[in-house]
Nanobody, 123 residues
Framework: VQLQASGGGLVQAGDSLRLSCVATSGSSSPLDMGWFRQAPGKDREFVAATRGSGGESNYADSVDVRFTVSRDNAKNTMYLQMNSLKPEDTATYYC?????????????????WGQGTQVTVSS
C-alpha cells in the first residue's frame, strides 16, 4: 500500500484547505484511514480517521467541528476538509492506513504511512 498526500499550503487564519490522500492499495477491501499531524518540536498527533466504508469517523477534540474527513473509494482517495484554520494547526500532515478495523488515535496501529504535506497558517 502506498499513500500520497497533497493539498497543503500557506494560508491565513480563518481560511480553509482541503488535503487529499490517494491510496494505491493491494487490499481487497478499503482500508481504514486517518490523518495525523506533527508540528516542529512536538509529537505526532491524531487528527481524524474514517472507516473503509466511510460510515464512521473519529476526530481529535482539537479539530472537531472545524475539520471533516471523507473518502471516495471509487477514487481510492481520502480527504480532510479544514475550515477556520488557526495558527496552531500549522504542522506537517500525514495520512495513514491500516487493516486492523481501527480508527483510533494510536499511531502504532496504522501500518502504512504517506509522506507529509505542509500546512502553514499565518496569523
Amino acid at each position: 500500500v502506498q499513500l500520497q498526500a497533497s493539498g497543503g499550503g500557506l494560508v491565513q487564519a480563518g481560511d480553509s484547505l482541503r488535503l487529499s490522500c490517494v491510496a494505491t492499495s493491494g487490499s481487497s477491501s478499503p482500508l481504514d484511514m486517518g490523518w495525523f499531524r506533527q508540528a516542529p518540536g512536538k509529537d505526532r498527533e491524531f487528527v481524524a480517521a474514517t472507516r473503509g466504508s466511510g460510515g464512521e469517523s473519529n476526530y481529535a477534540d482539537s479539530v472537531d467541528v472545524r475539520f471533516t474527513v471523507s473518502r471516495d473509494n471509487a477514487k481510492n482517495t481520502m480527504y480532510l476538509q479544514m475550515n477556520s484554520l488557526k495558527p496552531e494547526d500549522t504542522a506537517t500532515y500525514y495520512c495513514a492506513a491500516n487493516g486492523r478495523n481501527y480508527i483510533g488515535p494510536f499511531a502504532g496501529a496504522y501500518d502504512y504511512w504517506g509522506q507529509g504535506t505542509q500546512v502553514t497558517v499565518s496569523s
